[in-house]
């Protein structure tokens, strides 16, 4: 799957969390993302079977996105490279800031 942009990503240590900083660099319209990444949710995804770059492959070219009912957090879905159709769910921290909560394969 291409998703027509480049990605720089720069690593900052923070208090046990790993922020990374995702820049767009192609013509094609496609949101840019800070991820907030703490070994707590890393470890939460593991156990799922997600990785933090799916995770963030699945948010940045979701395939539908919306509202999640139970929780009111935002929700992204889409198929991996792999075939599997991934849920992530997150926080806005702010409107480029992003806290993954969890994610997992859909049935």
């Given at each position: ?8 990503i720069i ?50 070219d979701p ?41 997992y394969e859909?049935?």
């Amino acid at each position: 799957m291409s998703y027509g942009f480049s990605r720089a990503i720069i690593r900052f240590a923070f208090h046990h969390s790993v922020v990374m900083i995702l820049i767009s660099t192609a013509s094609v319209e496609v949101p840019t993302y800070i991820f907030v990444w703490s070994d707590e949710t890393v470890k939460h995804l593991k156990e799922h079977g997600v990785t933090p770059d799916e995770f963030e492959r699945v948010v940045q070219d979701p395939h539908s996105n919306g509202i999640s009912r139970s929780t009111g957090r935002p929700y992204a879905v889409s198929i991996l490279d792999d075939g599997r159709e991934v849920m992530c769910i997150y926080e806005f921290i702010d409107h480029m800031t992003i806290e993954p909560i969890t994610a997992y394969e859909l049935d």
